[in-house]
Antibody
Framework: EVQLLESGGGLVQPGESLRLSCAAS????????MTWVRQAPGKGLEWVSV????????YYADSVKGRFTISRDNSRNTLYLQMNSLRAEDTALYYC????????????WGQGTLVTVSS | DIQMTQSPSTLSASVGDRVTITCRAS??????LAWYQQKPGKAPSLLIY???SLESGVPSRFSGSGSGTEFTLTISSLQPDDFATYYC??????????FGQGTKVEIK
């Protein structure tokens, strides 16, 4: 059974940093691209970033480019999102999700970790 | 960037109704479109991929159609478990994935 468990969320002040983690199990982690999606309170879904299975390719939404870095440790079956220079508008529930090979939607999702950016 | 526009934003319907939600892309995305269902306090779940392919385990009352820039999600007979918010998503392979703004299906 595929399981994705996010952690690392919390309350931070504007300009501070935070690193999110997503522990994966139930599939061959290194074979699949992974992604982060966020949802501001009461709002819709926003794709944030994606990383290929071997970490060769990474892509970012314009809203986070230059501030967020996606990475993964395939030996630990863990996905990361390093978030720097956080802003109030980054406040959201952050989900990690798995992709299928090739051109793919997101077929499995974690339950999310909440990031609140406020002074 | 490809923009996705869903309509309506909110839909009021009764159990047993046939429900249709529309999603339009700002440029052609072929059939690279997915639909998700999200219930309050839960993560989204994949319903439909490649515009019309039903994800494993999803009830057959859900169906998707369309290609190019116009797509629909249809629920043939709305069930109590279907009251939720639905999102379309394009995954056209240009290294970005875009969601529609969502359609909330409410009890009439």
């Amino acid at each position: 059974e595929v399981q994705l468990l996010e952690s690392g969320g919390g309350l931070v002040q504007p300009g501070e940093s935070l690193r999110l983690s997503c522990a994966a199990s139930g599939f061959t982690f290194s074979s699949y691209s992974m992604t982060w999606v966020r949802q501001a309170p009461g709002k819709g879904l926003e794709w944030v970033s994606v990383i290929s299975g071997g970490s060769k390719s990474t892509y970012y939404a314009d809203s986070v480019k230059g501030r967020f870095t996606i990475s993964r440790d395939n030996s630990r079956n863990t996905l990361y999102l390093q978030m720097n220079s956080l802003r109030a508008e980054d406040t959201a529930l952050y989900y990690c999700a798995k992709l299928r090979p090739g051109n793919s939607p997101f077929d499995y999702w974690g339950q999310g970790t909440l990031v609140t950016v406020s002074s | 960037d490809i923009q996705m526009t869903q309509s309506p934003s909110t839909l009021s319907a009764s159990v047993g109704d046939r429900v249709t939600i529309t999603c339009r892309a700002s440029q052609s995305i072929s059939s690279w479109l997915a639909w998700y269902q999200q219930k309050p306090g839960k993560a989204p779940s994949l319903l439909i991929y490649k515009a019309s392919s039903l994800e494993s385990g999803v009830p057959s009352r859900f169906s998707g159609s369309g290609s190019g820039t116009e797509f629909t999600l249809t629920i043939s007979s709305l069930q109590p478990d279907d009251f939720a918010t639905y999102y379309c998503q394009q995954y056209n392979g240009y290294s970005t994935w875009t969601f529609g703004q969502g359609t909330k299906v409410e009890i009439k």
